[in-house]
């Protein structure tokens, strides 16, 4: 298959994608149901035309074939299979197409689901995905052909950075997108709603599964990349606050508030039009993350591949859709009725409170991030905000939301009762200071105010692990009979308490690393030995050795503790031969939820070596504890209410749901 | 003048707003004030630019044959140039993978005499890619044709 067969698919499915989304709009706003109609057709042929592209592009990459320039920029004759295939997304033009193939994945996914929703309702929303679908096809299409050709054809290639040879790496970006794509769900059901005037309460009961299962997948990619981050670039570090992170970082963020607003839309019927507004402003943001990581426009450790020429085209996209989403917001919203009421003191002011937060630590964040660019236009200075910027404003934010999160699910709706809550919660604050002071004795060393921090993040799990005694009732039947009752609570409830305890985790792994972490760098010699955590790290030899595409010097330590061998490490310094490019492999041994990181420096006189050794205590937990919140999201997910799947059940279903809510 | 239900609870959720804002407003100026660094160059430093600053970003090309790494320490001195100016920096520690002669970098510290003391260095991230801001800041301190030119070139197109 040629490459030319992939151009003009690309350029079939974005014909496809405007009949689907210009149709079906002035079908639904004429009352005409054969124009309506088309929006189904026409998601299919477009998502069969992008896959066929994407399938294209991934079978040049497998078969070297290195008269596309994309493939010979992004590969090599060494590299392995895996690495090729995910080598489609390394760079920009592809990663673009794998955006597109992963919205006609959701488009498609709707397409099937939304067959129950109202006709008028379902082609809006289907026809406002065509819309995006059309500016990023335009996009790929006009500025980035990942097609073009390369004549005359090289022997080989240039080979994929090599930063991105990288289990965390091949993983990273089809989640971190499926998150981003996925939130264009909500977003196409605002619109549609705002394009109607009105909103449905089915519009919440449809609306938030989906941003449910982006949500979890973004927090997966946020995962895949912090991890990549962590293990490859050998700094040791785990979040840098760096733009290309805070760009996955605000879309989780505003989509965190979503989840938990949508949850008071759905029971109470209030807080409809900060809703829909969060909706627009979730995925809002994620195509401003894609803006910030493709456009190169911001300085960044990561940005690979840059061309600011791109940037003035996805201005412009940007301003489109966020533009006129806002401008069709401000329009319609008032339209939109308000409901239910609630005291301060309620669930549905706990969640207002979480949603204040988190919108005013994304918008911290969107400051931090854009204000470095907006000084530079404005007055040609280049400036630089860095972690501690970001420590300060989002850390301070973040700490009532803490302490408030395991009081939040134990308010009544409507009007709770705080006191009651303070007494379900007592114990589970009570065992969380002693834990945390335990574990502060037990690693002896850090400030005295990471007490709190810890003792933070034992509250929220043990409230979320209290939250779900309380709901089985241990404290009032039986144990048996609350077993049965765990047994019967909703999943929607595991859910909440999966993701809270999470949530906690991941503060505990953060506290706990930041904190009592060490980190030592000397000259070290072969015999020589450092101290770390405990452990005894000997460095032994250097050796060299050689992989499929690169060569290296690994250097061997070996690990005690007290006498006793507790195994071996590598570490190596690796030189990437198309590139000529050096890389440092550390060498990461964990010890339950510890880790010993050690990465190696410029090599010395008489064979000694630069060793850096740190100790990270815990660290494991700040992405074990993010698994367990995705994990949360997709429990979720199952709860019969709000099943997406089981298309033979669903009739049954959907009456089973409706009539629950009325 | 008693105030009904809704409206009541429409007050509390602006004024819970509003005080959230200003919170962030006040963390959000007082953190920037303390945070923020300038990037500068080797020529822009000697013409006094960096006065005033503690701590500030200096970026350039490492001079070719200025690394000399103590032999009994992790310290490095080597040169940052760029087209008007050179300025001798000093770093403790692990330099980064891609950190060779020529290679453009940006060390964040501070003055201390006519020497720039480093706290961290960063070199760039492949061979294609050379930070924008750092290329403008350069083409800014020399106005230089020859170097605009050359960025022209190599800045749009990137292969």
């Known amino acids: ?662 | 003048m008693p105030m009904n239900p809704t409206r009541k609870r429409r007050l509390t959720i602006v004024l819970a707003i509003l005080a959230a804002a200003a919170v962030a407003a006040v963390l959000v100026v007082l953190a920037l004030q303390n945070n923020m660094n300038y990037l500068l160059t080797p020529s822009q430093v000697q013409s006094g630019e960096a006065a005033g600053y503690k701590t500030f970003r200096l970026g350039g090309m490492v001079k070719a044959g200025s690394i000399q790494r103590s032999g009994d320490s992790l310290k490095v001195t080597f040169t940052v140039v760029d087209a008007g100016g050179a300025m001798p920096v000093e770093y403790t520690g692990i330099l980064p993978d891609l950190f060779r002669d020529n290679q453009s970098v940006i060390a964040t510290g501070h003055m201390d005499g006519a020497r720039f003391v480093a706290t961290e260095v960063l070199a760039k991230h492949d061979e294609t890619y050379m930070p924008k801001e750092l290329k403008d800041a350069m083409a800014k301190a020399h106005e230089g044709k020859q170097v605009k030119e050359a960025e022209n070139e190599s800045g749009m197109e990137n292969r």
């Open chain 1, 1 to 662: 298959m040629t490459p030319e067969l992939g151009q003009l698919a690309l350029i079939l499915a974005m014909l496809l994608a405007l009949a689907q989304s210009i149709l079906p709009l002035v079908g639904a706003w004429r009352g005409n149901r054969a124009l309506m109609a088309v929006a189904r057709p026409a998601a299919a042929g477009q998502a069969v035309f992008v896959a066929m592209a994407f399938g294209i592009l991934a079978w040049a990459f497998l078969r070297f074939d290195f008269s596309v320039q994309y493939v010979a920029d992004n590969s090599n004759l060494a590299l392995p299979w895996y690495y090729r295939f995910a080598a489609v997304w390394g760079a920009h033009e592809g990663s673009l197409l794998l955006w597109i193939l992963i919205l006609n994945l959701w488009t498609m996914a709707l397409v099937t689901f939304s067959q129950k929703l109202p006709e008028v309702f379902a082609s809006r929303v289907i026809a406002v995905m065509g819309l995006i679908a059309v500016g990023f096809l335009a996009f790929i299409i006009f500025t980035s052909n990942p097609f073009g050709r390369l004549l005359p054809m090289p022997g080989d290639g240039a080979d994929l950075n090599p930063v991105l040879q990288d289990p965390g790496m091949t993983m990273h970006p089809p989640m971190l997108y499926m998150g981003y794509v996925g939130f264009s769900v909500a977003f196409a059901f605002s619109i549609a709603a705002l394009l109607g005037g009105e909103l449905e309460q089915a519009w919440v009961r449809w609306a938030r599964p989906w941003t449910n299962l982006a949500w979890a997948f973004l927090t997966c990619g946020i995962v895949a990349g912090s991890w990549w981050a962590y293990a490859e670039l050998g700094w040791g570090g785990w979040w840098f606050w760096d733009p290309v992170e805070n760009a996955s970082f605000m879309p989780w963020l505003a989509g965190t508030a979503l989840l938990h607003s949508a949850l008071v839309m759905e029971k109470r019927e209030a807080l409809k039009i900060w809703t829909v507004l969060l909706a627009i402003l979730a995925f809002s943001l994620s195509l401003l993350g894609t803006f910030l990581v493709r456009s190169g426009v911001l300085t960044s450790v990561h940005a690979f591949a840059t061309d600011p020429s791109r940037g003035i085209f996805i201005l412009g996209i940007l301003t489109i859709f966020i533009g006129g989403a806002f401008t069709l917001f401000a329009f319609r919203a008032p339209a939109l009725k308000s409901g239910g009421l609630f005291a301060p003191i309620s669930r549905e002011g706990a969640l207002v409170l979480n949603n204040l937060i988190l919108t005013v630590s994304a918008a911290t964040v969107l400051v931090g991030t854009l204000y470095p660019l907006l000084l530079e236009t404005l007055t040609g200075d280049k400036i630089s905000v860095g972690p501690p910027f970001f420590n300060l404003t989002f850390g301070l934010l973040m700490a009532p939301l803490l302490i408030a999160l395991p009081f939040g699910p134990m308010l009544a709706w409507k009007r709770g009762d705080l006191l009651g809550a303070f007494q379900r919660l007592y114990v589970a604050a009570g065992l969380a200071l002693v834990a945390a002071v335990i574990l502060f004795y037990v690693q002896h060393g850090g400030p005295v105010l990471a007490v709190f921090g810890l003792a933070a993040g034992f509250f929220i799990v043990f409230g979320a692990l209290a939250d779900l005694w309380y709901r089985a009732g241990f404290n009032k039947v039986s144990t048996s009979v609350a077993f049965q009752r765990l047994a019967g609570l909703p999943r929607s409830a595991f859910g909440t308490a999966l993701a809270h305890l999470g949530f906690g985790v991941t503060v505990l792994g953060i506290v706990a690393v930041t904190t009592f972490e060490t980190e030592t760098v000397t000259e070290m010699k072969p015999g020589m030995a450092v101290e770390a955590g405990g452990y005894t790290v000997t460095f032994d030899r250097m050796m060299a050795a050689k992989g499929p595409n690169f060569t290296e010097d690994r250097a061997h330590f070996t690990l005690s503790k007290g006498g006793v061998d507790m195994g071996e490490v590598w570490s190596s310094k690796r030189l990437y031969t198309a590139r000529r490019m050096p890389t440092t492999e550390a060498g990461i041994r964990s010890f339950g939820t510890s880790q010993l990181y050690v990465s190696l420096g410029d090599p010395m006189a008489e064979g000694g070596i630069v060793v850096r050794v740190w100790w990270k205590p815990f660290i494991l937990c700040i992405w074990i504890g993010a698994l367990v919140m995705m994990a949360g999201g997709f429990v979720s997910l199952s709860d019969r209410r709000l099943r997406v799947g089981a298309p033979t059940r669903r009739t049954k279903s959907v009456k089973v749901a409706l009539e629950a809510a009325e």
